[in-house]
């Protein structure tokens, strides 16, 4: 009898049963909002851009700056680029030029807000990055005037 509980014992011990690894995931990166909103931002100004055909050549560079710096967030914070967010119908371009500019300069604004804010709690090495990207914002407000 007691050399069937030895037996089974043994099993047990090597399953791991007390070595278990329970330590949690790493959160996700802080910046990793702010790649999807780049990506979010190009494609508001690429989905503009072809509802107005007369202003793509002003959207076009402010949709690839987007891009660009979606492009070097993921880079930094070690992911793969996510594929471009499906458009959402109820974010449609508006039907006149001049509103798809107020609108874009809307978006514009709230995330040059939230570029702000990343880069103030940032670490050195980020806050070049986020400055950047803080500044782009400002200048495409300017440039869908």
Do not use: N, W, Y
Request: proline share 10%; charged share 20%; hydrophobic share 45%.
């Amino acid at each position: 009898m007691l050399l069937a509980l030895g037996g089974a014992a043994t099993p047990l011990t090597g399953c791991d049963l007390f070595d278990r690894d329970d330590e949690p995931a790493p959160p996700p990166d802080p910046l990793r909002p702010m790649v999807d909103e780049s990506l979010g931002l190009a494609a508001a100004h690429r989905a503009s851009a072809a509802a107005h055909p007369e202003l793509a050549d002003r959207l076009g560079p402010i949709a690839e700056a987007h891009t660009a710096h979606a492009t070097e967030l993921a880079r930094v914070i070690g992911v793969a680029l996510p594929s471009v967010p499906a458009a959402d119908p109820t974010d449609a371009p508006a039907t006149e030029p001049a509103g798809a500019l107020a609108a874009l300069r809307t978006l514009e604004k709230t995330g040059q807000r939230s570029a702000t804010v990343a880069c103030a709690s940032a670490p050195a090495e980020r806050a070049a990055l986020l400055g950047s990207i803080v500044a782009a914002r400002a200048t495409h407000q300017e440039a869908l005037k």
